[in-house]
């Protein structure tokens, strides 16, 4: 520890000063890092599905919005181009745009296991396109062999007469410094998309990617304390808003480094020794700080007299006992036949209606309701999950599967 002193001193009184890259730090660290590049891996995406598709009852894209837009993997952000012709005027040369175009970007999204991403991209697919309205089997199956001469050939194709975009919007949102900055995608398409593949050699997570053509791109910023973002941050769709019990750095840290605080007395007082010519002087500083970092230490472990840390004392240390369950999805008609069991009905109705996806129906509700309302609701609730509603049939088979 002297002999590090002793360099210090005098490396300090030969007039040689240590110190970081200037044009870096006033550049990059100054203000906050304000012109600190961003992070590529700090950003969300929201999807808005047109209100045509459905809603939280009856479309997945909108039952899962939330999740769907932290399951982006990774996205491009909008890139253009500008048609710039070159002219001759009188002899000068002359650029002159013509158009702008803008460049597809691509987005890749987690295969999730419960199939929300899947969902999304078959719900835009049979929206659009009526080959997924088709029944392959059966006396109308739309694919048995014929020619055009055949019956009554059904519609394939765009056939759909669908004219308004399955989604509103997309936003790609980039995050920084508490603030976000938005590129809005309008009227987007999507010019390709797929379910990326399966292999046995390889045990790598799968995923799905869309390619996506739009219309135009708005820009917008704001703070995301003051202008939330949809799904972002919202503890319904796993996020953590626990503060942490180790504590957090306060405004006190600032005045320990500030004029009048700990570090600069020491550290004056540490120079002063040397200058007056005390004796033992190396000692005396090393000792000094030392007595320092202990003090700055202490402090930051008990939230004591320096102020450096406020240890947060209603923090939560227990841990939640609740578990989730992921059991293999049954198929419809699986869950249908046991609601069939008036014993197996009982078990199933309160978890299926406490899901929400019957908009102002609890429990409560449903215990109250008539003979015919309790009829139309246990009907609504097969309906939505012949439809495909992800939701009922994860939360049915989690609870079979609690049965077996």
Same mark, same amino acid.
């Given at each position: ?9 005098? =490396? ?17 660290? =100054? ?9 590529? /891996? ?22 899962? &919005? ?7 993997? #990774? ?5 253009? $181009? ?11 040369? %002359?650029?002159?745009? +013509? ?18 991403? $899947?969902?999304?991209?078959?719900? /835009?697919?049979?929206? /659009? ?32 007469? %669908?004219? +308004? ?17 938005? /590129? ?39 703070? *995301? ?45 540490? *120079?002063?020794?040397?200058? +007056?010519?005390? #004796? =033992? ?11 320092? *970092? ?45 609601? =069939? ?26 215990? #109250?309701?008539?003979? *015919?309302? %309790? ?6 609730? @097969?309906?939505? @999950? &012949? ?6 049939? &994860? ?10």
């Amino acid at each position: 520890m002297s002999s590090i002193v002793d360099s210090f001193l005098y =490396n300090f009184t030969a007039g040689t000063h240590l110190r970081d890259a200037q044009h870096a730090h006033k550049i990059y660290t =100054n203000s906050n890092f304000t012109f600190a590049p961003k992070q590529k /891996y700090m950003y969300h995406v929201v999807f808005q599905p047109n209100a045509e598709v459905g809603n939280s009852a009856t479309a997945n894209s909108f039952l899962f &919005q939330k999740e769907l837009g932290i399951l982006v993997k #990774s996205t491009d952000l909008p890139s253009f $181009r500008a048609s710039v012709e070159n002219k001759q005027q009188y002899n000068r040369k %002359k650029n002159i745009q +013509t158009r702008l175009d803008y460049q597809d970007i691509r987005m890749t999204l987690h295969d999730d296991n419960l199939g929300a991403v $899947r969902a999304m991209l078959k719900e /835009y697919y049979k929206y /659009y396109f009526a080959d997924g309205n088709r029944s392959p089997t059966g006396s109308q199956a739309a694919y048995l062999p014929r020619d055009k001469y055949f019956g009554d050939v059904p519609n394939y194709g765009l056939n759909n007469r %669908k004219r +308004t975009p399955f989604f509103s919007y997309i936003t790609i949102y980039q995050l920084a410094r508490r603030q976000w900055f938005a /590129y809005t995608l309008l009227n987007p398409l999507l010019s390709a998309w797929d379910h990326g593949n399966v292999d046995s050699t390889d045990g790598s997570f799968n995923e799905a990617s869309m390619t996506v053509a739009y219309e135009g791109v708005l820009y917008s910023e704001g703070k *995301v304390s003051q202008d939330p973002i949809v799904g972002f941050g919202d503890a319904d769709v796993g996020y953590d808003v626990e503060k942490s019990p180790l504590g957090i750095i306060d405004n006190g840290i600032a005045g320990e480094f500030g004029a009048g605080g700990l570090l600069p007395a020491l550290l004056g007082a540490a *120079v002063n020794e040397f200058l +007056t010519g005390g #004796s =033992n002087t190396a000692s005396n500083f090393a000792s000094a700080a030392a007595a320092g *970092v202990v003090s700055a230490a202490v402090a930051a472990v008990t939230g004591g007299g320096n102020g450096v840390y406020n240890v947060d004392s209603q923090a939560d240390t227990t841990v939640s006992s609740a578990t989730e369950s992921n059991s293999p999805q049954l198929d419809a008609a699986a869950i249908i036949a046991a609601l =069939n069991d008036p014993a197996t009905k009982a078990l199933l109705t309160p978890a299926l209606i406490n899901t929400g996806v019957i908009p102002n129906v609890d429990i409560n509700t449903y215990n #109250s309701a008539t003979a *015919v309302e %309790k009829s139309a609701i246990d009907q609504n609730l @097969i309906n939505l @999950i &012949q439809g495909g509603n992800l939701l009922l049939i &994860q939360t049915a088979s989690n609870a079979l599967a609690g049965v077996a």
